[in-house]
């Protein structure tokens, strides 16, 4: 849950920060901006983390409804409808924004991270069953074999 909160603007503001960096750089200088580069690169590998891990699903279901919120802001904008001030972010991180949101990419973002939150994989418990039966568990025969977790990569039983 805390990851749902701290990890998407993180993420955001990375992402922001180094699209913003690189086309600042690029077109001032006409030179590769390493530092751009690395936030890029390390927005997209927590990105991933939270896309495919065994974070709670509510992690990538907030980031992904805020990246969403975020995509379709463009959008209401070109109908006419004025929802963010000019010279909201500082420098590289606006030039960013503008960018990141206006091609639809943070729209994209937004979309695939609800989409990974979706699959009823990331929703079930990763506890392990309690090693003590149950009243409603059989109890186990004795005339089968007993598999304990040192048999459950052979292919058959053996004594």
Not at 19 to 45: M, P
Not at 84 to 108: I, K, Q
């Amino acid at each position: 849950m805390v990851a749902g909160l701290l990890l998407p603007p993180l993420v955001a503001a990375g992402l922001w920060f180094g699209v913003g960096e690189i086309a600042l750089r690029s077109s001032a200088a006409f030179q590769i901006s390493w530092l751009g580069l690395a936030s890029v690169a390390a927005s997209a590998i927590v990105l991933a983390l939270l896309a495919g891990s065994r974070l709670s699903p509510i992690a990538s279901l907030l980031g992904g409804l805020a990246f969403t919120a975020l995509g379709v802001v463009p959008w209401i904008e070109m109908q006419g409808t004025r929802l963010l001030p000019d010279h909201l972010l500082p420098g590289a991180m606006e030039t960013g924004f503008r960018t990141v949101s206006y091609s639809g990419v943070l729209a994209f973002l937004g979309v695939a991270l609800l989409v990974a939150s979706l699959f009823p994989s990331r929703w079930r418990s990763s506890a392990e069953p309690s090693a003590y039966p149950s009243a409603y568990d059989p109890a186990p025969s004795p005339y089968l074999p007993q598999h304990g977790p040192e048999d459950t990569t052979r292919p058959m039983f053996r004594d």
